[in-house]
């Protein structure tokens, strides 16, 4: 199989050598691509390298910016994002930490893509620049429409999250680290004592992260107590579709979802 | 297609070799540099038996085309001993049995050294983690733990003789 690499200057002109090309492809960390390639995918004929392109850098502040390229483990080592060092830390082994994305990760199906997860429960919106213009899409759209063509997540941004506001859990059948049964993300800022904007993610309960809207609903107005935790856990499936793999069964996801969920709004500890 | 230039160190050494776009940096490890102590498992970044340092960070050679390792630095188990003698790490590995089938072993210690080369003096739960994309169907993990833990404890004590 021959596969034709090539180098752009910019991230512009990456874009536009993707976009005339459907056997084109960007590549970061390879952590899915590669090894699609080793797979047997020959759609792929042509990838596009991303290193050089000044996508690995951190901006911090009361807006945060990830550009597309830092690896899981750039965010463990930047210690401004220490709420997101477990969501890091939960994926993959160190190497696997040193290759793969942020920006790959919003591409990853179940059961991966927990950084995603975590990224949807912040808010964050994609940034993204095609041959001629750039532009900001809220993840949860840019999850459920699918990426476009001709166009490169330069980073990913969101508003920094109240000290304690934002939650992660992930649980796995290997230890320390592996493939999700499911994660969960939340955000639940309080305000006056009550829970004011919350937002819950899921990972590997759909085929793409997902937001849980019914239990942001149970939650939002109330001093998440343990009646709003209990109303939390009755509507935890709700609008889930998770998948049979190797990690669990659907009907497993499901069954122990209210279980974790309740364990995370709870503050219990892993 | 044409055949793409790489130049890059491998254990301190430079090396030139034309190389496809599609070959696998731990192909051309093996086939054209001989260097066949990095192992192929499972070829999807599951297992870990193809652990290498680029530029000191563990990374998957398995995932790596070999053109992204141009101008980089990379360490193979190979270029853990010096001369005829072994690693602290290898040492330890033989004195402990934290091997026993052997085909994890190249991945094991170079996923251990990339951990000391950052904290000499880790907790048990640093070297889990450091050792958690690392597959083992002999040991258990437990000796291989332990021989990490010693190889950690012989390395300072060397340095504070």
Not at chain 2, 53 to 59: M, V, Y
Not at chain 2, 87 to 115: E, I, R, W
Request: a negative charge; aromatic letters at 4%; hydrophobic letters at 45%.
């Amino acid at each position: 199989m021959a596969l034709d690499i090539v180098r752009a200057d910019s991230v512009g002109q990456a874009a536009s050598m993707l976009a005339g090309d459907d056997g084109a492809r960007f590549l970061a960390g390879g952590t899915f691509l590669v090894r699609a390639m080793t797979a047997g995918d020959v759609s792929i004929r042509k990838v596009v390298l991303s290193d050089g392109l000044g996508l690995d850098r951190i901006a911090l502040g009361d807006t945060i910016e990830i550009g597309s390229a830092v690896t899981m483990a750039q965010v463990q080592a930047e210690p401004g994002l220490g709420f997101l060092h477990p969501v890091a830390e939960s994926i993959g082994g160190p190497a696997v930490r040193s290759m793969a994305t942020v920006g790959g990760n919003l591409f990853a199906r179940s059961p991966y893509g927990d950084f995603a997860v975590a990224l949807l429960a912040l808010g964050a919106s994609v940034v993204s620049e095609g041959a001629d213009s750039e532009a900001s899409q809220d993840l949860e759209a840019f999850l459920s429409e699918g990426p476009k063509r001709g166009r490169i997540v330069r980073a990913v941004r969101f508003a920094a999250p109240a000290e304690g506001a934002f939650r992660y859990r992930k649980i796995t059948r290997k230890h320390p680290h592996g493939a999700s049964v499911l994660s969960i993300a939340a955000l639940l800022p309080v305000s006056g004592g009550k829970v004011s904007g919350a937002r819950v993610a899921y990972g590997a309960m759909a085929p793409r992260p997902m937001r849980a809207k019914a239990v942001e609903a149970a939650l939002e107005g109330t001093p998440l107590d343990a009646a709003a935790i209990a109303a939390a856990a009755a509507a935890a499936a709700e609008g889930t579709a998770p998948e049979d793999d190797p990690q669990a069964s659907a009907w497993y996801r499901r069954a122990v979802l209210p279980v974790h969920l309740g364990r995370l709004l709870s503050g219990e500890e892993s | 297609m044409a055949k793409l230039p790489l130049i890059f160190t491998v254990n301190g050494t430079e090396q030139a070799e034309f190389v496809d776009g599609d070959a696998l940096l731990v192909d051309v490890l093996r086939d054209k540099l001989g260097m066949t102590g990095t192992r192929v498992g499972c070829g999807q970044g599951t297992c870990g038996a193809c652990t290498i340092l680029i530029d000191g960070a563990p990374a998957l050679s398995c995932l790596t085309l070999a053109v992204s390792a141009n101008g980089k630095d990379v360490t193979t188990v190979e270029g853990l001993a010096m001369g005829g003698t072994l690693h602290a790490l290898q040492t330890a590995f033989a004195d402990g049995f934290a091997t026993q089938c052997g085909f994890c072993t190249s991945g094991m210690l170079v996923a251990a050294k990339a951990l000391l080369d950052r904290n000499p003096d880790p907790d048990r739960d640093a070297v889990v983690d450091a050792i958690s994309g690392n597959i083992c169907r002999c040991t258990g993990y437990e000796p291989i733990i332990n021989a990490i833990l010693a190889a950690a404890a012989d390395l300072r004590s060397a340095k504070s003789a």
